[in-house]
């Protein structure tokens, strides 16, 4: 599902890919619903392809998504209250185990801010079942 959902430098929001065209995409904003073109010179990532630093392995972001969602019992973060130290307090509840050092204050902001609109958009399961499922049956 993430894999589907872009995150556009300069722009803010997410974003859905509705078609790819010849050097282009064309998405539209998740909360206001407006298409608009993305070319090829504008820095697209997926919000599939993000992982966030632990202790151990990296964890995908929809794996980090679905521990915040049953922490907030799919409430919303009231992010602009939190100071850098309230972020990292509320991220070490969700992950203990996240990286102290390489994962900042920014990164949990965006994350929660993401995971706020992402909520706001009616998403509440942000790992696919079909990976899963492939995982299990490749053990």
């Known amino acids: 599902m993430l894999r589907t959902i872009l995150s556009i430098t300069g722009k ?31 820095k697209v990532v997926s919000l599939g392809d993000i992982a966030m630093y632990t202790e ?3 964890k995908p972001l929809g794996e ?3 521990l915040v969602y049953g922490n907030m019992n799919g409430e ?13 307090e509320k991220f070490g509840e969700i992950l203990a185990d996240f990286d102290r050092e390489r994962v ?3 990164d949990i902001k965006k ?17 696919d ?4 499922e492939n995982t299990e049956e490749g053990e």
């Open 12 to 42: 803010p929001g997410l974003f859905k890919i509705i078609s790819q065209g010849n050097r282009m995409l064309l998405v539209e904003d998740i909360v206001s619903k407006k298409r608009m073109p993305v070319h090829a010179r504008d």
């Open 56 to 58: 151990g392995e990296d």
């Open 64 to 66: 980090i998504l679905d």
């Open 76 to 88: 919303k973060i009231d992010v602009k209250a939190m100071d850098n130290d309230g972020l990292r």
């Open 104 to 106: 900042y204050p920014s």
């Open 111 to 127: 994350l929660f801010s993401w995971y706020n609109i992402l909520v706001g958009a009616g998403m509440t399961k942000f790992t």
């Open 129 to 132: 079942d079909e990976a899963e």
